[in-house]
């Protein structure tokens, strides 16, 4: 089956909504898809390196093992979404929604999810390298094995997580809320202190 691109996804947005779409493997590179109605649709595979997807729906989309570095998709719904082992690195993700999305063994390496609502997300052994994720709610998260080495975790609601076995060497955890997570077995963390972190 011929993969889809750009032009032959915006045809078909003229003439119906993309939600429940299938475009596994298209390649959507830069697409500018800022606000399209995802919601369900199949892309797994697809290249989406650089696409604009600001306020797009992509609620229970399937994304499995997309290519979406570098894509532009703040303030975008990608509530109950599946990204597991999909590349978000250096992606912008701030103010998105990702209630109970599951990114497992994703790579989101400096990717920016400032404000970003994770609560109930799955994310054990994903790379989160150096990404932003201050004034984040990752409360009730999966989180363990994940790699925050570097994060930028400033104010960020961490309430009830699991951060079993992640690496936290030189992530900044100032102003975070730690009550009630679960820190068994994690890596780098030094002490908490007022400064630092608080409940």
């Known amino acids: 089956m011929k993969k889809m691109t750009e032009a032959d996804v915006l045809e078909k947005y003229k003439l119906e909504k993309l939600s429940g779409a299938n475009l596994a493997e298209a390649y959507l590179s830069e697409a500018d898809l800022t606000e399209v109605d995802l919601h ?6 697809a290249y989406l390196h650089g696409a604009k997807l600001s306020e797009a729906n992509l609620r229970d989309a399937d994304l499995r093992g997309a290519n979406l570095s570098g894509a532009n998709l703040s303030g975008a719904n990608l509530s109950g979404a599946n990204l597991s082992e999909s590349n978000l690195c250096g ?3 701030s103010g998105a929604n990702l209630l109970g999305a599951s990114l497992p063994e994703s790579d989101i390496r400096g990717a920016n999810l400032s404000k970003a609502d994770l609560y109930g997300a799955w994310l054990y052994g994903a790379d989160l390298s150096e990404a932003n994720l201050s004034g984040c709610n990752l409360s009730g998260c999966n989180l363990s094995g994940a790699d925050l080495r570097g994060a930028n975790l400033t104010d960020c609601h961490l309430s009830g997580a699991n951060l079993r ?6 992530a900044n ?3 975070c809320r730690l009550s009630g997570a679960d820190l068994f077995g994690a890596k780098g963390l030094a002490a908490p202190t007022e400064d630092k972190a608080k409940d």
């Open 173 to 175: 955890l100032t102003g």
């Open 165 to 170: 076995a992640a690496y936290l060497l030189g």
């Open 40 to 45: 369900g649709a199949d892309l797994r595979w």
């Open 91 to 93: 992606a912008d993700l």
